[in-house]
């Protein structure tokens, strides 16, 4: 059983397109976040969940929206996506938002924007 | 002002001990320090976490001296497997704001036969 899983693991796509990545994670975590990793691989924190709360929106554009339905899924919705949005994006759950908690990483998707 | 450096790469023989070391000269008093391991085309793995001193597990070693603003991750007998980027993070709360928690650059390690 995939403890941090999303869909799909590679989203290829025009600028302009909106689109959506999936996460669900099934360790009964309460918190969950979306990283991107560029290039460079760079690993910088976007958004992060609490009980289903956003508590963290780093200054990420307001094209990249995420939705909790509940605890188990984190999905993030991406309008006018541009060349500069192509990375790759990790979900990621712990247990609670203290650092001292292990975080789960999901199997990234990435996306490229042409 | 980053609040992790790492050096960008590293290469070591198979066999031998590697050490790799993050600064985190702003560390908090309520940071902990955690690190990652992250293959090609995964998501980072959890390696180990400490607070101070030393702590070990059955993958590694991370070694924290007394004032906390610099912590080294011991990989003993490294094998071709380990060849992996290596991140350190430096964290408290998140709800405390998205700087509590960083990824330092990541460590790219590179085992030799």
């Known amino acids: 059983d995939t403890a941090v899983s999303q869909t799909p693991k590679y989203l290829v796509t025009q600028m302009g397109n909106d689109k959506s990545i999936k996460c669900e994670q099934n360790l009964g975590h309460d918190t969950m976040y979306w990283y991107k990793q560029d290039s460079k691989k760079f690993l910088k924190i976007m958004f992060s969940?609490?009980?289903?709360?956003?508590?963290i929106n780093e200054t990420v554009p307001n094209r990249f929206s995420p939705k909790s339905p509940d605890k188990a899924h984190l999905n993030l919705h991406i309008n006018s996506l541009e060349l500069g949005d192509s990375a790759v994006y990790f979900c990621?759950?712990?247990?609670?938002?203290?650092?001292?908690?292990?975080?789960?990483f999901g199997p990234g998707t990435r996306l490229t924007v042409l | 002002l980053a609040k992790t450096t790492q050096p960008i790469s590293m290469d070591s023989y198979e066999g031998q001990e590697v050490n790799i070391t993050c600064s985190h000269n702003n560390i908090a008093t309520n940071d902990y320090i955690t690190w990652y391991q992250q293959f090609p085309s995964q998501g980072p793995r959890f390696i180990i976490q400490g607070y101070k001193t030393k702590v070990t597990n059955e993958v590694a070693s991370l070694f924290i001296p007394a004032d906390r603003k610099s912590s080294t991750l011991s990989l003993p007998r490294v094998s071709l497997s380990d060849t992996a980027v290596y991140y350190c993070?430096?964290?408290?709360?998140?709800?405390?704001?998205?700087?509590?928690?960083?990824f330092g650059t990541g460590t790219r390690l590179t085992i030799i036969p």
């Open positions: 990621a759950s712990s247990q609670e938002t203290s650092g001292y908690n292990e975080q789960f």
């Open positions: 969940y609490n009980n289903k709360e956003l508590i």
């Open positions: 993070l430096v964290g408290d709360d998140v709800r405390f704001g998205n700087e509590k928690l960083t």
